[in-house]
């Protein structure tokens, strides 16, 4: 087996390992080809308040349009876009054309965009941001960044630095999938989040576990407590959406509205649809 032979024989008998190092090698070109050729593209999902019905913000999620492999999702390609730096172009990218689309919509319609540790500890961060506001004419209070616990675990100083200066200009901080990391509550007292975006897991969870949601409610009422947005991530039917609604969630996001569509759609996602509550009234 490889592991007995010499070290660099190793790597070259390795059918196996050969396979994967290859599939690496020509994953990062294609990826890199993709972005000098802007072969990604923004899907956008709703972000709907309950009380009104309103969508009062929609999230912008990557997708990879690839010649051969049809559209990838950002599962596949956001790690290694991580681990070779290529997140810090593409995040470019992706904030530009993000503030460029939501420049279009309703001023009342926010753009909420997904930002990686590695793009955020990157020291042209801040400027990043600011320039892509700049050049698009957003408002800062319409873009909404969305980062995820990772980011604080790392190089916390500089970041939560980079985040302050960043929300004095008026862009709102959101916490994503918020629950699913370490020490989720202690890093609420760290930062001043303006949202918290509760896991999808935790609507899964609620119907099957005996819990029944009484992690969501307390999650929400933390929220409430500290006047931070609560927003539950996931809604996929009638149900789920009256329960969280019962826990006092005041933003959901889910397939129940709408999944992430591309972004000549979004016209046609902020028309008054009939919701449940319409229905009953
Ligand atoms: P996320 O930011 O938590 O985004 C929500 C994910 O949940 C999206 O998957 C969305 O399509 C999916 N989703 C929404 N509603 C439902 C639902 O009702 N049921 C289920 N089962 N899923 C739902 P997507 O688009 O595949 O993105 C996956 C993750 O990739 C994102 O999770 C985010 O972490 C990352 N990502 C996406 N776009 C970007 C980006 O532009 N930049 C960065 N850095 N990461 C991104
Ligand atoms: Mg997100
Ligand atoms: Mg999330
Ligand atoms: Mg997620």
Redesign the pocket.
Known sequence: HAKSAGRGAARVFDPQMDETAQARIALERDLREALANELFE??Y?PLVELGSGKVKGL????RWRHPQKGLI???TF?PMAEETGL?VPL?EW?LNQACRDAATWPSDVSVA????AV?LRHRTFAQVVLLALASSGLKPDRLEL?I?ESVLLDDTEANLETLHLLRRTGIRIAM??FGTGYSSLSYLRRFPFDKI?ID?SFVRNAETAADGGAIIRALVGLGASLGITTLV????TEDQLASVRADGAQQV????FS??RPARDVGAMLLPRATPDDAAA
Not at 253 to 256: E, P, R, V
């Open positions: 923004l899907h999902q999230e912008a999620l990557v999702s950002p599962a956001i997140i995040g992706i965009v997904n930002v990686s793009q969305e995820t994503d999938d975006k999808q991530e996931g809604i996929e996001q889910g397939f129940l999944p992430p």
